[in-house]
């Protein structure tokens, strides 16, 4: 990559005023929390007000670095992880590695994770934990950007453990009223937008899925899982 050239300074432009958008938020809550408690006693209202804050400034910093990180990773990095966790060497996901995924889904966007905790444990992967948490938490950062903060997004795991292709696919998927209109697909307004967006096309062509449905539906396929 040339960060010198006019596309490149573009894209890098963008994902800079997107990532100092999302800063500020943070910054933003956790002002307003600490004015909450400027009293030397605050109350028990101020004192969960300030909870509440901190918990909101927790989740934007988790979907920032979760986007951050996605785009770090990047087509180089996502055909060494598939290279250092080939076959026997994949990655396991115990029952732990699914609760800690869903919990980060729960607290971060507010996705319900439950679907994880049906997968077989000892499910077996080319995608490391980190990178699958921010590759969740990306999805589910541009569900709720495209879609608000109250609409419940339906999201699904399922396992297939075939001998010769086996596959691990997530989907995430908005609860639409009938004839609701779908908000248009924003893929540069936060660093997780534009990261699922880079990484689309090297996941496809390492035989992986990463497809924005007509629906408004964000599916994840992933190759190479094997049972422990």
Known sequence: MNPHSPENQDEIAALAGSAAHALNNVLAVLFA?????????????????????????????????????????????????????AGANACRYDAGDLAEL??????????????????????????????????LVSAGVMMRRRF???????????????????????????????????????????????AMQQIAVPMRAMGNKLDFGESGEIRIRLIAVSPG
Request: charged content about 20%.
């Open 148 to 194: 608000g903060k109250t609409l419940q997004i339906e999201f699904s795991a399922v396992a297939d453990i075939d001998p010769v292709t086996p596959e691990l696919t997530f989907e995430f998927r908005p609860v639409l009223e009938p004839g609701a209109q779908i908000p248009m697909l924003r893929t540069g307004d936060h660093p997780c937008a534009i």
């Open 102 to 135: 869903a919990n980060a889904l729960q607290s971060t966007v507010g996705v319900d994770g439950k679907a994880l905790s049906t997968l077989p444990h000892g499910l077996r992967t080319w995608l490391d934990r980190d990178s699958l948490r921010a590759l």
């Open 33 to 85: 929390a600490t004015s909450y408690l400027e009293d030397d006693e605050p109350s028990p209202k101020a004192i969960g007000r300030a909870r509440n804050a901190v918990n909101s400034a927790c989740a934007t910093g988790e979907a920032l670095s979760a986007g951050l990180a996605l785009l770090a990773l990047g087509s180089q990095g996502l055909a060494a992880l598939a290279q250092t966790y």
